[in-house]
């Protein structure tokens, strides 16, 4: 699989790989799962992020150190921002799980980190409090000016959560604020 991975180019064989992934033992899952991610032709394809996700998915809380270095390398958005939506469910359990993604997520070859934020608000939706990360502040100050109204949501949404400070009297002044976008 490993070999048909590298070497094919058809995206009907890399559609099959990755559907096949769930039949694999989990160690066998990363390789294959790595090569794939790699392939950036298909990151806005209809079925091949989410098949490639599901091929993973269960190895992810079973071998964290794989999945942030899948994160780290993906070329497709999705499956990074799942990885760190699954990684952050379990943020109760194996806090320094998401401290590696963090700190991951900042370096410069780290290809999608705001699908990390997006990931993040995801698996903490509805939540009212959780222990903030380590590696939070420095993460998220990447994103106080994004332009994307999604990120900006989710940082504010995240914030309030990590119980900062700064968000509720952010929070404020847009509701004192007739004029701000409901």
């Given at each position: 699989m490993l070999k048909m991975a590298n070497e094919d180019?058809?995206?009907?064989?890399?559609?099959?790989?990755?559907?096949?992934?769930?039949?694999l033992p989990n160690a066998d899952r990363w390789p294959v799962a790595?090569?794939?991610?790699?392939k950036t032709e298909f990151r806005d394809d209809r079925m091949f992020p989410s098949m490639l996700?599901?091929?993973?998915?269960?190895?992810?809380?079973?071998?964290?150190?794989?999945?942030?270095a899948?994160?780290?390398?993906?070329?497709?958005?999705?499956?990074?921002?799942?990885?760190a939506r699954r990684l952050t469910l379990e943020i109760e359990t194996q806090p320094d799980v998401v401290?590696?993604?963090?700190a991951a997520a900042?370096?410069?070859?780290?290809?999608f980190p705001e699908q990390v934020v997006a990931g993040m608000g995801k698996a903490l939706s509805g939540w009212r409090q959780a222990?903030?990360?380590?590696?939070?502040?420095?993460f998220a100050s990447r994103f106080?000016?994004?332009?994307?109204?999604?990120t900006v949501g989710d940082l504010q949404s995240l914030r309030l959560v990590f119980g900062d400070g700064r968000a509720v009297e952010e929070l404020k002044k847009i509701i004192d604020d007739g004029n701000a976008d409901a």
């Open positions: 180019r058809s995206g009907l064989v890399d559609l099959y790989l990755a559907s096949a992934l769930q039949r790595n090569v794939l991610a790699t996700w599901y091929g993973i998915e269960s190895a992810v809380p079973r071998d964290s150190v794989q999945a942030v899948l994160a780290a390398n993906s070329g497709i958005p999705l499956l990074t921002e799942n990885i401290d590696q993604l963090l900042q370096r410069p070859e780290f290809k222990k903030q990360p380590a590696n939070w502040d420095a106080a000016k994004s332009e994307r109204k999604e």
